[in-house]
């Protein structure tokens, strides 16, 4: 009772199941059936002692006389006799194998004593409303929830175990578990954490020549290019490629279409539903100070759900890419959580957003150049490549790999 799901009685409802509707009552109504139970229970218990006992005491009274014993001692150890086999067997067949197999069977099992169960209920019900209700009295002195009261829900966490629990089994694949998990995080990540940052934004500007632009445009693979006014500070909108490419002799101010601008610190979640309101495929992101912070695109937003999307022409390496047993190469432009996760490292996440981020803030010497490197938690963070001065690429090792090496 207690273990089955009400959705899942309700499922057999939709699905026609007689037995469901009887199951339904023992569901949304615990504390009464409970107790029923209880009642049964302790029915059976007492019949058991009133008829067994005497029976078994009969059958082995002629066996412990036969040994030479007196009446009173033969009737003593009849009785402890008959005590303990009545015991075990209500123990036995009364308690622990009916209840290991409602544990493992409990959705066949309630559905084959629902009717029963609710025909008993009805026939006690005087007597369990008078038991449940010195209950629920007793219930409030300790000041705790009835069982009907007790959420169902569960949290967050508790489904994350579930699904690793029934990951382990084989019940669910390691696809359907990342999905789950990553549409638990989805809710929690801001769009600064998943963007395309400034410095990387590709955009066309009204004062390059036509020529120019579209030498960008096809350079950068794109089929959406934010257009701004001289710098990425002043975005006017953004313009398809197709309709670049349709037009013989553009000109921007027709092409140009609205573009959605949003605060860094908008949640991906809500973003998402922006975007489909406005029916478009990408954002621009302003930051505190009114200036722009940089883009993110709709493929952005489904790959925190789905992973990496890649198309024909993709050329980017993968943002963890393992070189050896323990040893990795890191995109600078990964979340630092995302990193701690996979990689079990503990870095600091209060001032910086991405590896590269946090990096440069602990080098000691700046503009970051490639081969630079510090210890932390282990590891070995190297300066794999730079860009500009960005720190585009990171080298991981574990230390005591490196100490193995060393010693070999």
């Known amino acids: 009772m207690v273990k089955v799901r009400s959705g899942r009685i309700e499922s057999l409802i939709e699905e026609g199941s007689k037995r469901a509707l009887a199951a339904r009552n023992i569901v949304h109504n615990l504390d009464g059936f409970l107790s029923a139970c209880q009642l049964g229970v302790t029915l059976a218990s007492l019949a058991l002692g009133w008829l067994g006992e005497p029976a078994v005491a009969t059958i082995v009274g002629p066996l412990v006389r036969g040994l030479g014993f007196d009446d009173t001692t033969v009737f003593v150890i009849s009785l402890i006799i008959a005590f303990m086999f009545i015991t075990v067997l209500h123990i036995v067949l009364g308690e622990l194998a009916p209840k290991t197999i409602a544990v493992n ?3 066949a099992v309630l ?7 609710n025909v008993f209920y009805r026939i006690m019900f005087p007597f369990i409303w008078v038991v449940n209700g010195l209950a629920r009295g007793l219930l409030r002195i300790f000041r705790l929830t009835p069982a009907s009261e007790l959420a169902t ?3 967050e966490e508790e489904i994350r175990i579930l699904m690793q629990e029934s990951n382990k089994s084989g019940l669910i694949d390691n696809t359907e578990m990342t999905l789950v998990d990553n549409i638990f995080g989805f809710a929690d990540t801001m769009a600064r954490e998943i963007m395309i940052p400034r410095t990387e934004m590709i955009c066309l500007n009204t004062h390059l020549e036509t020529e120019e632009n579209l030498e960008i445009a096809f350079d ?5 290019y934010p257009v701004c006014d001289g710098d990425k500070d002043h975005i006017l909108g953004f313009i398809h490629i197709k309709d670049m490419i349709r037009e013989k002799a553009p000109s921007y ?3 140009i279409r609205p573009i959605l601008t949003v605060p860094e610190s908008i949640q991906i979640s ?3 539903k922006v975007m489909q309101r406005a029916k478009t495929q990408i954002a621009i992101l302003i930051d505190e100070y009114g200036g ?3 883009m993110v695109t709709l493929e952005d937003i489904m790959e925190e759900i789905v992973g990496e999307i890649q198309d024909e022409f993709d050329e980017e390496r993968p943002g963890i890419e393992q070189l050896g047993e323990d040893e990795f190469s890191v995109d600078g432009l990964m979340l630092i959580e995302e990193i701690n996760d996979k990689l079990g490292i503990h870095m600091e996440t209060d001032d910086y957003d991405t590896i590269g981020g946090w990096l440069y803030s602990k080098l000691e010497v700046n503009p970051p150049q490639k081969g630079q490197s510090i210890e932390f938690d282990n590891h070995l963070f190297v300066v794999e490549e730079t860009d500009n001065k960005r720190i585009s690429r990171i080298k991981l090792l574990k230390l005591q790999l490196l100490t193995e090496e060393a010693g070999a």
């Open 220 to 224: 950068g693979m794109r089929t959406r």
């Open 292 to 294: 722009t912070s940089g």
């Open 111 to 117: 559905l084959l004593t629902a009717g029963p169960m």
């Open 253 to 255: 101010n027709e092409l």
């Open 105 to 107: 069977k409990a959705e």
């Open 270 to 272: 809500s973003l998402l």
């Open 153 to 155: 829900a569960h949290t």
